[in-house]
Structure formats: C-alpha cells, structure tokens
C-alpha cells in the first residue's frame, strides 16, 4: 500500500506538468529521495515522502538505448536493480537546461557523500553510453569509462541478444 502511495504521489505531480526552475523546493537537492519506478535506463520516477512531493527524473550526461533499439531491456532492467526502491542524493545539472521532455535533469548519486555515480556505473557497465554535449552535468568524457566498455564489450557495445 505505501508503494502504490509513492507513486500516485509522483504521477500526481507528474501530470501537472513541468514546473519552471525557481518553483522547485529547496529540499529536493539538500534531502534523498526514494525511486518508486524505472521506467527505462536514464529515466525514473522519485519521490520525498516527508513533503509529499515527487518528480520524474532524467540523469544528467547519459543516454541508454531506447525502446526501439537493441539493449533497452536490459538497460532498463539493470537500471531497476540498482535504482528501485533506493533512496537517492541529486545535484543540479546545467540550470540553463533543468528540464528535458518533463523530467528534471540531474546528477544522480546512490550515496550521501556523493561518490557512487548512477551515470558512471550505467556507461562502464556498458548499459548507457556518455552524452558529453547534452547536458553537461556531469563529466564523464575524460573517465574512459565508455572506452573501457566499448573494449571488453559490455552491455550495448557488445552483440545485440
């Protein structure tokens, strides 16, 4: 029952639309919040139960196949192991480029000190590639992750299943 609560939380917030950057509450980049749905591999559903507010997220400087494409089960599938059910710690991307097609653009960490990356682990996992130009929110250009990936070939870079 409190899972189905967390997400008519978010699709509640969800279907009003985008809001503009200065309407956004200061707690959603100081608190975490809890990820109630993937809904493919750069793209979720979160929400912070205590203010009863939630948003559809989109992780700054990645890009996971889509659904037409060879990988976006799997992508969106290990993007839901790690994600589901977890809390997570944003960062403002680009305030210039805060919104992508209604989802908040941002950098995503699985812990509080801000050191585990959901766009590091995704591109050297070879399950999301590095989106250097769109939006610049975090730098995973000079890493080698997607190199190191593309080399052993992980994940997408690999034979289509």
């Given amino acids: 029952m409190k899972g189905a609560l967390l997400v008519a ?11 503009a950057a200065q309407e956004l509450p200061g707690f959603v980049f100081l608190e975490p919040a809890l990820v109630t749905n993937v809904v493919d591999g750069d793209t979720f559903d979160a929400v912070w139960p ?30 839901e192991a790690i994600l589901l059910g977890r809390w ?13 097609y209604d989802r908040l ?29 769109y939006p610049r929110g975090e730098e995973l250009d000079g ?6 990936a593309r080399q052993l070939e992980r994940g997408l870079w690999g034979e289509c299943p």
Avoid: H, N
């Fill in 50 to 79: 205590a203010y009863g507010y939630g948003l559809r997220i989109r992780p700054a400087s990645i890009g996971a196949p889509e659904s037409d494409e060879c990988f976006f089960d799997e992508a969106t599938q290990y993007a």
């Fill in 143 to 148: 890493l080698g992750l997607e190199d190191e």
């Fill in 88 to 100: 997570v710690w944003l960062d403002r991307g680009d305030p210039e480029q805060l919104w992508s």
């Fill in 105 to 133: 653009l941002a950098k995503v960490w699985l812990d509080s000190a801000r050191t585990a990356s959901f766009g590091r682990i995704m591109v050297s996992q070879g399950y999301a590639e590095v989106l250097s130009w």
């Fill in 9 to 19: 939380l978010v699709l509640a917030v969800s279907a009003g639309g985008a809001l």
